[in-house]
């Protein structure tokens, strides 16, 4: 075992996160601690006097095998930004080839990448500990502009789904050491987040990335291995065959082609009819009422994703569901928003639609759409399981994106509270009859310009209705509502995000711990209504 590991073990805080400068080793023996970095003369002479610790440090991990994480095959991993395209994470080298290199201290190994980067491996319990160096990246890049000197990002540890370390890294900053505590752990997630000053400069690096082991590293690196293949394989399994389709009395289900899905399902009540496409992602890509026109933006236009890769996905539309918290879909998971779902009926008027396990969040996704004959109202149910072997925290976020472009007006509550909303387009929003009314036809045709506008409120009412030029109306409203609460900030009652292209219509559930096999639920209504005569 290395001196220089033991004495990491045992040097004081403000020297283990950076608080002295460390001294650049030009030779690294394979097996550092975090930092390939020893502590100045004036420090090394209290280590010594510290022979108890180093002892107890010999007797913890005597027994524990040690293996660098860049030899550990990721069990999921995403595409992030570069200079030259999407790409995965550098391995014993930085984004350009080079030796990896944080505020002057140059590491052999480590696991670069680009803010937006996430890499998953599956522990099974066979790990103790997790060490590093973290930091930004030093070597430039031609476009990297003079701004960027002052950027960073949030270097993250996540153990089975639950953030234990956070690190923010300036460019130019030493190294900030890091570990955690692994011992029972099953899931281990690295995460390097957006930081300030756009995105461009936060090149970023775990540096020295080692793992302390509960057993042997072969059976480790085997069930790493085998981690890996398992979850290659559920993100390329072909879509599952459709099950025949029932005969419901007043409802009539085809299955034919929709825009540039080759395999849709029509359900059509006679009041209103739904497209839904079980083999990409299960989203409602179209709604229509009666004889109005296309109220869904969005989806279909474009053909299905090539791969289910994390980081590759290309925006989607129609009614989809994201998982919460906020760094579940950061970067996207496509299997659950746009891979193969299956297809059931499990009831009269009931259609079903199932995804696979996401390996990166180990959590399976179903709608549930529950229709009647001659009716306009769909009861809309999207329920997040937890497949993980451990509890853990997940909530669901509706959104339904509509046309912009035919949408003549929003209504909604009068807000108890609202997020501030640029003059420019508070204008357009008047209380009419006891509601908000955004005028979005007039807001149209205003000389705005390209923008966006996101309204957040929190109020006791949560139903929206948007009314569109041809007369068709859809109201979105959540079942599960819960009496306002300003403190409850991750729930806003009515959530609207309107660019040119289309429109969304959001719902947040709560986020709650979630067992073993738990469900996060969130249930809605659809009221469509058609054109008036």
């Known amino acids: 075992m290395s001196s220089r590991r033991l ?11 950076g608080g002295a400068a460390p001294v650049q080793t030009p030779a690294w023996d394979g097996a550092p601690g975090p930092c390939d970095a020893v502590a100045a003369p004036a420090e090394r002479g209290k280590f010594f006097g510290r022979r108890w610790i180093l002892l107890l440090a010999c007797a913890c991990l005597a027994a524990a095998e040690e293996l660098s994480l860049t030899e550990v095959p990721p069990t999921d991993q995403a595409h992030f930004w570069s200079q030259a395209g999407p790409r995965l994470a550098a ?19 480590g696991i670069a990448a680009h803010s937006g980067y996430s890499g998953v491996w599956r522990l099974a319990g066979m790990a103790l500990s997790f060490s590093a160096a973290v930091g930004i990246e030093d070597e430039a890049h ?15 540890v996540l153990v089975d789904r639950r953030v234990v370390e956070r690190r923010t890294c300036r460019v130019g900053a030493p190294p900030q050491a890091i570990a955690v505590g692994l011992a029972g752990a099953q899931h281990l997630e690295l995460r390097i987040e957006y930081g300030r000053s756009g995105f461009v400069r936060q090149r970023g690096a775990f540096a020295a990335p080692l793992l302390r082991l509960a057993g ?4 480790f690196l085997a069930a790493a291995a085998q981690a890996a293949h398992a979850a290659q394989e559920e993100r390329e399994r072909p879509a599952p065959a459709w099950p025949v389709l ?47 026109g296309e109220m869904i933006a969005g989806a279909g ?25 906020r760094n579940h879909f950061t970067p996207a998971e496509p299997l659950l928003l746009a891979g193969p779902y299956q297809l059931a009926f499990p009831a009269d008027g009931v259609v079903e639609l199932t995804s696979r396990t996401s390996p990166y969040l180990l959590l399976r996704q179903r709608c549930t759409l529950t229709l009647r004959a001659g009716s306009g109202a769909v009861a809309v149910r999207n329920t997040l399981v937890n497949a993980a072997p451990f509890a853990q925290e997940a909530g669901v976020w509706s959104l339904t994106r509509l046309r912009t472009g035919g949408l003549a007006r929003i209504v909604f509550p009068v807000a108890a509270e609202r997020t501030a909303v640029p003059e420019s387009f508070a204008v357009f929003i008047a209380e009419v009859g006891g509601s908000s009314v955004l005028d979005v036809a007039a807001l149209l045709a205003a000389p705005l310009g390209k923008g966006s506008l996101e309204l957040l409120q929190w109020t006791d009412g949560d ?20 009496p306002y609460q300003a403190a409850d900030r991750d729930r806003p009652s009515t959530h609207l995000y309107l660019v040119d292209a289309f429109t969304e219509v959001e719902l947040h559930g709560p986020v709650r711990r979630l067992e073993p096999g738990g469900e996060a639920v969130l249930s809605e209504s659809w009221e469509c209504t058609g054109a008036q005569r």
């Open 7 to 17: 004495l990491w073990g045992a040097m004081p805080k403000a020297q283990r996160s």
């Open 91 to 109: 391995v014993d080298a930085n984004l350009f080839g080079h030796p990896i290199a944080i505020g002057g201290t140059v590491f052999p190994r």
């Open 142 to 156: 031609a476009q990297d502009g003079p701004g960027d000197a002052e950027a960073d990002a949030v270097f993250a």
């Open 216 to 219: 042997e590293r072969p059976a």
């Open 246 to 292: 029932p005969a419901w009395e007043g409802i009539a289900l085809r299955r034919e082609p929709f825009r540039a899905f080759p395999a849709a399902l029509t359900i059509d009540t006679g009041a209103c009819r739904l497209v839904v496409v079980p083999d990409h992602g299960g989203m409602v890509v179209s709604c229509r009422a009666g004889g109005g």
């Open 301 to 325: 236009n474009d053909a299905p994703p090539r791969s289910l890769a994390r980081g590759l996905l290309r925006d989607c539309g129609g009614h989809f569901v994201r998982s919460k918290p």
């Open 463 to 482: 139903r929206v209705e948007a009314a569109f030029s041809d007369g068709s109306r859809l109201a979105v409203r959540s079942r599960d509502a819960e």
